[in-house]
């Protein structure tokens, strides 16, 4: 469903920012704009998060979905994280 996918997307980019920043916990999500593009087939999702952007104060960063397998992307985000 797609607050599962929502969950998918912004779990894969806090990780990829907490991967350049290392352990901080007080990195929190401050924007998440998100596409649903296709209904995702009947597999397990993957999810690619890359970091566009990693300021002092701010990371910004994008995130492909798709069905395990396909090359179609079934949902695609962008979000900024704050940086304490």
Known sequence: NGPTIMTLADTALYAAVLSRIGLEPLAVTSDLT??????????????????????????????????EGAPALVAHATGTYALP
């Open 34 to 67: 998100f596409r649903f593009l296709r209904k995702p087939q009947p597999r397990p999702l993957v999810a690619e998060a890359e970091i566009l952007k990693l300021g002092r104060r701010l990371a910004v960063g994008e995130v492909r979905i798709r069905s």
